[in-house]
């Protein structure tokens, strides 16, 4: 009897439910849920830097895309599936009480961004991350920061909540504990009522929380009291032991199986981020560089047991025994910003056409709503066909990629980007191709540094939106890195990757590997660097580095 597996992708914007054959990956059933509530952009406010989702946004979609997976299909398929996990952006944690429930969830906190999960991008805590940078090499005792590549981010766990409990008395008083996005909805579906019961994520704690075996767990009391006073006995509420993805949280309960449809012995694998699982997805082996290309990017490589020795890489997002493929080392890395680099400038370009037609008095409503919606649509493949036929040294326009700050190396989320070399003859597809090397530049620096520390990467595997979508931007970040770039096959590599975490914890495949060979899709397509190129490129990017050393220091 066939079985099969469900994976759960919470990305930044949407939730994806994938149905698939736990022997072959071949697909029976997919759904979309966009946030409701973060499509209007309720909560955040991105000249502040925050960024916050509801919870019942999680919870709403993930009934209506898993549903929507289930009505695809058959009664056989259904009756058979056998385990679900789940993917998360991270790190997104949120304030919960003592039951694990996040307080937005209660009527007094419906309404409050500090109460809801902290989005990864949320960078409003870049003064307590600077804090933690600061104490841990300063206090006298162990610097928590090494195995994170011995720089703390705004983007992560401790700084968050550092920031939220100074920042708002009443969660301050309400908050138990805190909970990673990862690990909650596994405990929401098994049923958990009890905190210090939630099974935590290896990787959102080790890349994140600074947690590691060495010191047996998350950094001293001592140590986060001299941070703050406020985060005195938090970490006695928050956990010793995490969990990689091959392990059962539970089972889930009768109420969420009839809610959603599913069969009510269907076993919940521990969570883990969404990057990491879709590096899964996306084939990642050993000294491969697993490129997820979306709004940010994260760059992921895996290394067996043993093999760096007592290597602490410097600069990148943490090195964790068990992250990604239990079993090996995951190294992570990433840019802040790389879809949303593009983004913001058609963004900017349209909001003057956006304006204008808004106060147009001669075309009726529906008309004006149907040009803003062709010319929005239009806009990136118009400027991306312009920009195509720009020599890369004809411009003469350069640019920095940190418009969310600098992830890796050596994260500094208060950095900026720039634009230079503009001119009286500089045109908008001018400013786009720079923009679009800029992010290629970013992504040869994290492969540079992994190189300058010995780790070795002999190639590189793309997914993601960007990857799948933009010939144009995938054959620029080859040419600049020198390297053949093959792009995963299957459009949600994030959601099969959890699904084949499901066929583990399921016990259908005996571990990642097998589960790879037997479900993975594939790649569709190799980019190649172009030799006239990459001569170019090399000397750009030189430029680009002197720049960024300029802009920082």
């Known amino acids: ?243 990689t993805s091959d392990v059962a949280a539970g089972t889930i309960t009768s109420e969420w ?50 093999e760096l020795g007592d290597k602490l890489v410097s600069g990148i997002c943490g090195q964790v025994d068990g992250s990604i493929i239990p079993g090996m080392l995951g190294l992570e890395a990433g840019q802040s910003a790389f879809g949303d680099v593009f983004a913001w400038f058609k963004n900017m370009l349209l909001w003057p056409v956006k304006h204008a037609l808004e106060s147009n008095k001669t075309m009726s409503r529906e008309t004006l709503e149907q040009l803003t919606d062709e010319i929005t649509d239009s806009l990136i493949d118009n400027l991306t066909h312009a920009a195509a036929d720009i020599d890369p040294e004809e411009s003469g326009v350069l640019a920095i990629d940190w418009l969310n700050g600098r992830r890796t190396p050596d994260a500094n989320q208060l950095l900026t980007g720039a634009i230079t070399g503009i001119t009286l003859g500089t045109n908008a597809p001018a400013i786009f191709r720079a923009l679009v090397e800029a992010t290629a530049f970013g992504s040869r620096r994290i492969v540079d540094r992994f190189r300058e520390e010995g780790v070795r990467i002999d190639g590189v595997i793309a997914l993601g939106g960007v990857a799948k979508k933009s010939p144009f931007v995938m054959q620029i970040v080859t040419d600049v890195m020198n390297m053949p770039i093959q792009v995963a096959r299957h459009e949600q590599t994030c959601a099969l990757g959890s699904a084949m975490a499901a066929s583990v914890v399921a016990d259908v495949h005996p571990d990642f590997n097998a589960a790879q060979q037997a479900m993975g899709n594939g790649f569709e397509k190799e980019y190649l660097p172009r030799p006239g190129y990459v001569e170019k490129y090399d000397r750009i990017y030189h430029k680009y580095c002197d720049l960024g050393e300029k802009l920082e220091f």
């Open 257 to 306: 199986a009839e809610k959603l449809g599913l069969p009510e012995n269907v076993t919940v694998g521990v969570g883990a981020f969404d990057a990491h699982l879709g590096a899964v997805g996306g084939e990642i082996k050993p000294y491969y560089l697993s490129k997820v290309m979306g709004t940010s990017t994260c760059d992921m490589v895996v290394v067996p047991e043993g």
């Open 1 to 243: 009897m066939e079985k099969y597996v469900v994976g759960l992708d919470y990305g930044t914007d949407s939730v994806r439910a994938l149905i698939v054959n736990a022997k072959t990956g071949e697909e029976a059933g997919t759904g979309v849920s966009y946030y409701k509530r973060w499509k209007k952009n309720e909560y955040c406010d991105a000249s502040r830097n925050r960024f916050r989702q509801h919870p019942l946004d999680y919870v709403e979609s993930l009934e209506e895309a898993l549903k929507g997976a289930l009505a695809q299909a058959s009664e056989d398929v259904v009756r058979n599936i056998v385990a679900l996990s789940v993917d998360t952006t991270g790190s997104t944690p949120v304030a919960v009480d003592k039951a694990g429930v996040p307080l937005a969830l209660y009527p007094e906190f419906a309404e409050n961004p500090n109460a809801m999960f902290v989005l990864w991008k949320d960078h409003t805590a870049v003064g307590e991350a600077a804090e933690i940078n600061e104490l841990a090499v300063s206090w006298g005792g162990t610097d928590y920061t090494k195995y994170e590549g011995g720089v703390y981010s705004s983007e992560w766990f401790w700084a968050k909540i550092l920031h939220i409990l100074r920042d708002d008395s009443k969660v301050r008083e309400a908050a138990y504990s805190w909970v990673e996005h990862c690990d909650w909805i596994p405990a929401l579906l098994t049923g958990v009522n009890d905190v210090s019961l939630v099974k935590r994520s290896r990787c959102a704690a080790g890349h994140k929380a600074m947690w590691h075996p060495e010191w047996e767990g998350l950094p001293s009391e001592t140590f986060l009291k001299m941070l703050d006073p406020l985060l005195t006995g938090l970490r006695d509420k928050l956990y010793k032991d995490t969990f």
